[in-house]
């Protein structure tokens, strides 16, 4: 009898570790779809996030309109329309701004900002792509993209460059840029 009540009870936990199993899955399958959850995590083969669009909508579900900016480059001006993130809005609050980009892994430039800005809501990282205008939150830096670039933990996309741009920044070591509103 002790045998029967011992295999017994090996077949109730297998089975609940099967249902727990099969739980799990039936959930890890399943997307919440309210709108105040976060979007669930997409990985490569390389295990590295997917790059979400960085071209942002004229306006949001919210009903929010994005922003729209000027970017003077070595005296050329330049129109970005910024996302509707937390860390976006951040930096629209910051502006006028009047920074030097630098040249950084002969992919980017950078420059340090005042203060840092929000990360709200960001996601982990991202993989940035020509032309992405992003904000670098380890470093509390504002990065523009005139390469390709592997995944960077702390990256939060802001907006897009356009190309003529992305052909001015990498011209030079060093570039004088004004941020401000667009009229």
């Not at 609050?93 to 992919?107: G, I, S, Y």
């Not at 020509?130 to 470093?139: E, I, N, Q, R």
């Not at 960077?152 to 011209?171: R, V």
Request: glycine residues 6%; contains cysteine.
């Amino acid at each position: 009898m002790a045998t029967f009540a011992w295999v017994g009870v090996g077949s109730v936990l297998a089975r609940a570790a099967a249902t727990a199993a099969l739980l799990l899955t039936a959930t890890a399958c399943t997307q919440d779809s309210s709108p105040s959850s976060a979007p669930p995590e997409q990985t490569t083969a390389s295990s590295a996030p997917e790059r979400a669009a960085t071209a942002p909508a004229p306006s949001t579900a919210s009903g929010r309109n994005a922003m729209n900016i000027r970017i003077t480059i070595d005296g050329t001006p330049v129109e970005v329309t910024l996302n509707d993130s937390a860390t976006a809005r951040d930096l629209a609050d910051q502006l006028p701004l009047e920074l030097t980009l630098t040249d950084f892994h002969q992919a980017e430039k950078i420059a340090d900002l005042s203060r840092p800005l929000s990360t709200s809501g960001a996601p982990q990282g991202a993989d940035p792509r020509v032309g992405d205008l992003a904000y670098y939150a380890p470093w509390g830096q504002l990065v523009t993209y005139y390469r390709d670039a592997p995944y960077a933990d702390g990256l939060i996309i802001l907006g897009h460059l356009p190309d003529s741009a992305t052909e001015q920044l990498a011209a030079a070591d060093e570039v004088p840029v004004t941020i401000e509103p667009a009229s």
